[in-house]
């Protein structure tokens, strides 16, 4: 008997989802009572038009975080065959930050003013950069994307990919003008995490529960090891959000802790 009425409830509360995520979002204002904010970096890009129709369906602007990634087209997501995406992403009022161009790894700080960068990819090896290759190397994604949008509204923030710095790479970084951005305790939305282990339903419940004001939330346009694309339940998520009173706003130009 317990069984089936939790069953029920369970059968309920997507439907309720499922409609409220049909609803054209509202315009968000002054009934805000909570303000999140959507980064989304480059990734394998696969479900990258359906995330951002979802975006355009709820009203919510983003800051997109780009490095010249491999794409699901055998090209990379940097090069202009990518050209009108990414037009199409500012008219719309998303903003950018650099993602690293190479999209490598800080490993560690070798000595003073240096930091190790290196590849998880067979063969494409390692490199020590000082202060001014790193500057360019922060600088290189940004100078493509203006290229291609030169009206493309390009915030002093970057992310390292991963996440994972170090203590000279964000000194280095700070150098150039460019301020670390991470995301926050329960930003972490899982599009990275393996399917069969973290199913898009457990991702939805979870991230409905413990999102709270302020989070700097983080997804990608798409994951290539992910069996259960993350953009399946993308708009659930937002609505539900938006349901609880939280508005989405793009991060300021000073970033956010």
Known sequence: MAAGWRSGLRRAFLGGLTALAATPALAQGPACRGTLYLTIDTGWSREAEEIAAVLRRRNVRATLFVADEPSFRGDRTLSPAWAEFWRARAAEGHVF??????????????????????????????????????????????????????EARILPLWRAPGGRTTPNAVAMARNCGLTHQGWTANGFLGDELDAAAHPNSALLNRNLANIRDGEVLIMHWGVRSRREPFAGILEPLIAGLQARGFCFETLPAEGRR
């Open 97 to 150: 930050a650099s993602h690293t161009w190479r999209h490598w790894y800080f490993s560690g700080d070798p000595g003073a003013g240096r930091v190790r960068y290196a590849s998880r990819r067979a063969g494409e090896g390692a490199e020590v950069l000082d202060g001014a290759a790193l500057c360019a190397e922060l600088e290189r994604p940004v100078q493509a994307l203006k290229a291609m949008v030169p």
